[in-house]
C-alpha cells in the first residue's frame, strides 16, 4: 500500500482533526487510500504555528510529547490533486483533497520521499 510522510501534528490533524487537504508542491495522479506516516522530525516551532493555526480552526491538538512521530499512525483515502482548495487548512501550491480518514495502532516505520510501498503485513490489524 501506498503511504506519505506528513509532519506531526499535521498527520494528527488528518487522521484526528478533520484536516480535508494536505499542503504540497507538487500534483500527484494517485488515487485512493494510503497509509498516513508521521514523520519523526518535528521542532518546537513547527508544533507551535501548527497548534496555533489549528485553534484558528477549532481543532485542539495533543501535547507535543503525546504525538507519535516516526511510523504509520492510520489512512485517508485521497479523492484529488488540485491547484487550489476551499478548505481552511489548505495554504499551499498545490491541495491533495482528503476523505475518510481512518486512525490505526502505531507502526514504528522509517519514512521517505514523495509516495512510498508499504508491505501489507508490516500494517496488517
Known sequence: MKALSIRQPWAWLIIHGGKDVENRS???????????????????????????????????????RDLECGGIIGSVFLADSRDTSKSPWYMGEKAF?????????????????????????????
Not at 26 to 36: E, S
Not at 102 to 119: A, C, D
Request: glycine share 6%; charged share 25%; proline share 9%.
Open 26 to 64: 507538487w500534483h500527484t495522479k494517485h488515487r485512493g487510500r494510503f497509509l498516513v506516516h508521521a514523520a519523526k522530525g518535528m521542532t518546537k516551532h513547527e508544533y507551535q504555528a501548527a497548534r496555533d493555526y489549528a485553534r484558528e480552526c477549532g481543532v485542539e491538538i495533543p501535547a507535543l
Open 97 to 125: 483533497l482528503l476523505v475518510d480518514p481512518q486512525p490505526l495502532p502505531f507502526v514504528p516505520l522509517k519514512g521517505r520521499l514523495n509516495f512510498f510501498e508499504v508491505s501489507d503485513e508490516r500494517v496488517a490489524p
